[in-house]
């Protein structure tokens, strides 16, 4: 490899963080059930060593993101202990995700409930989440609504539409001016007619009309089948409205696949266009990466692991383009030349780099085959495999 390339895998591998969910470590899965996991975490604290262990072996995943209603038992209260935990483990808390969608009186939805009162309990909940990311000083509070309709007819959706402008908004005067706002949108599920927050453009509206501390945060899942995800994030560069990112992998739905393992070229191709309007404006962007994925088959750090080393790889081919030379080739519209400029990128072999990398920081060349060497999956397996096995723990 070229030494010029070789510099070009080691300054994009020197910028690339990105965070676990607390939610991934512990015992979660499908709709139909779970298969439960003898060294799933059991306990918030658990879910930070976990992610610690990602973080020992990669050195690219320093932050946690943390769902209210499943790690802070205690709402704001909760936070002295999850500081310890970040000390302790030397993990930062990253994005506070406030939970709006399991409680019994959401069953018609939170910010969109058609009851006042409900809608003031939803902005309870966000407001105190707010207040819990100010605490522990985290920037992002990532917001995910399940409202929508499962009927026509049902539902005035005009209405619903006003009522999350009015939440949000009443949301954002909270931040303080550090932090973010980050709506992120799905089409379906649970809500399988409407969704109030259905798509990019809705998610853009609505953080805009929050106020000028509300970003978009693309969840790679959530989108229709063939939906060119990569343009919307252009869009959204283009228009300073990209927060972050959801990653994780899909056939059908929402299915929370490992990340590159079903389109590893889509995923480049999301990589590229950020290192393109990066080029472009001379500017790093802005961005949250996060991973969301919940593992019910793949052990979970195990999981966690591979789709770290994949988000790099990929991440790393991205960083191989030459902006410089497509963007000629693309004045001349030549297709073929600016077309086989990714893929020759795509398909370097970037591990040996990767490889160098590691080693020059300290850390294990091959996380995955480490991780597995260290003895952590079967030491947690026989502490926690009596509680995980006998019964559900924890729900995510
Ligand atoms: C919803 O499908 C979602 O993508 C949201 O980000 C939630 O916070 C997360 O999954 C965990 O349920
Ligand atoms: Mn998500």
Sequence with gaps: MAEN?????????????IELPSWGFANTGTRFGKFLQAGAATSIEEKFADAAQVQQFTGACPSLALHVLWDFSDGV???????????KYAIRAGAINPNLFQDQQYKYGSLG??????????????????????RLNSRDISLW???????PGSANIRHRKEWFIEGLRATHTELSPAQRLLVEYKPFEPAFYHTD???????????????????VLVDTGHHYQAQ????????????????????????????????????????????????SYEWETGQPADIAYMIDQS????????????????????????????????S???????????EERLKAAFHTDVRRAIRAWRRSKGLPESPLAEYRRSGYQSRIETERGVKNLSSVTSYA
């Excluded at 209260?77 to 000390?87: G, P, Q």
């Excluded at 927050?197 to 970003?215: E, H, N, P, T, V």
């Excluded at 052990?299 to 591979?306: G, P, R, V």
């Design 5 to 17: 390339t070789e510099k070009a895998v080691w300054q994009a591998l020197d910028r690339f963080q």
């Design 113 to 134: 409930n058609l009851d006042p009162d409900i809608r003031k309990q939803a902005l309870r909940h966000l407001v105190d989440s707010v207040e819990i990311a100010r």
């Design 328 to 338: 000629k080739e693309q004045a001349s519209t030549d297709i073929v030349a600016a």
């Design 228 to 275: 060119n995800i990569e343009q919307i994030v252009a869009w959204l560069l283009s228009e300073n409205m990209l927060g972050g990112f959801h990653f994780n992998d899909r056939r059908y739905a929402d299915d929370d696949l490992t990340i590159g393992s079903i389109d590893p070229y889509q995923v480049f191709r999301i990589f590229h266009e950020i290192r």
């Design 77 to 87: 209260r909760s936070v002295t202990e999850i500081e310890r935990l970040a000390n």
């Design 197 to 215: 927050i259905a798509d990019w453009g809705m998610a853009l509206l609505f953080a805009r009309c929050a106020g000028s501390q509300g970003k």
């Design 145 to 151: 609504f399940a409202d929508g309709s499962n009927y």
């Design 295 to 326: 593992h019910n088959l793949k052990l979970k750090i195990e999981a966690m692991i591979q789709t770290v080393e994949t988000a790099q790889e990929l991440y790393v081919k991205a960083a191989l383009v030459d902006h410089a030379e497509l």
